[in-house]
């Protein structure tokens, strides 16, 4: 069973930063693409970056150059650094992970809230 703990979301006021993290933990041969989404009240739940196992990385066009996405493959967990956010930002981030263990599995973590707020 593989797990995915995240951290790091809470309220910020607009401009301010965050750095969520992902930690997978469990029995493993290997992970690939490592993301991060986020879902909004009323919203689907919308891509924000991804970073495969070597390093490539996309972002959605609203990240705007405000996020970084990184890994770190030998502690098995994925960073999102946010800066300059703004109330639009506001969600629940959810990490998404895809893992083999003997198959390929993608796994979702339980979610972390940000409020970008006055």
């Known amino acids: 069973q593989v797990q995915l703990v995240e951290s790091g979301g809470g309220l910020v006021q607009p401009g301010g930063s965050l750095r969520l993290s992902c930690a997978a933990s469990?029995?493993?041969?290997?992970?690939?693409?490592m993301g991060w989404y986020r879902q909004a009240p009323g919203k689907q739940r919308e891509l924000v970056a991804t970073?495969?196992?070597?390093?490539?990385?996309n972002y959605a066009d609203f990240v705007k150059d405000r996020f970084t996405i990184s890994r770190d493959n030998a502690n098995n967990t994925v960073y999102l650094q946010m800066s300059s956010l703004e109330p639009e930002d506001t969600a629940v981030y959810y990490c998404?992970?895809?893992?083999?263990?003997?198959?390929?599995?993608?796994?979702w973590g339980q979610g972390t809230q940000v409020t970008v707020s006055s």
């Open positions: 998404k992970v895809d893992v083999y263990t003997g198959r390929w599995w993608t796994y």
């Open positions: 469990g029995a493993m041969a290997g992970i690939s693409s």
């Open positions: 970073i495969t196992s070597v390093g490539s990385r």
